[in-house]
């Protein structure tokens, strides 16, 4: 079976609803898609990379996602905007700083890796690719 990947990550909805009932089981085993709303609030300076990449700074102001859980009702939420950039550095000054320890242990961010390492092998072989459980 081939697959056109979706114009956008917002159409992934629609290409999972579309998959034959088999292997829209088989995605709903293996991948959890949800849906949120979020607002970019980008610097001006940003603006012309944006509209070079995207077509228009529009097109990359509000997105939405929406959870989709195997048996469940499709739940829409939405959050505050955040800096997460800057989010991200402040948590990593206090971890540095010993305020407290960093959000995301470290083990995770290995899971993390070797799971889009896994993803990669996958495509890459056309099957199945096993993780140690940790």
């Known amino acids: 079976m081939t697959l056109v990947a979706p114009a956008q990550i917002a159409d992934l909805e629609d290409l999972l609803t579309r998959l034959p009932a088999d292997a829209r089981a088989a995605a709903t085993r293996l991948y959890l898609v949800t849906s949120t709303v979020g607002r970019l609030e980008q610097p001006p ?6 509209v070079k990449l995207f077509g228009s700074v529009e097109a990359v102001g509000e997105n939405e996602i929406v959870v989709r859980l195997a048996g469940a009702k499709p739940k829409a939420q939405s959050f ?3 800096d997460t950039l800057r989010a991200e550095f402040d948590a990593f000054a ?5 305020r407290v320890p960093y959000p995301i242990p470290t083990a995770q961010m290995i899971n993390t890796v070797a799971a889009f390492e896994a993803v990669i092998e996958s495509i890459e072989s056309d099957g199945v690719v096993l993780l140690d459980a940790q």
Not at 94 to 98: H, L, S
């Open 94 to 98: 206090d971890a540095v700083a010993g």
């Open 80 to 82: 505050e905007p955040v």
């Open 45 to 50: 300076e940003m603006e012309q990379w944006i």
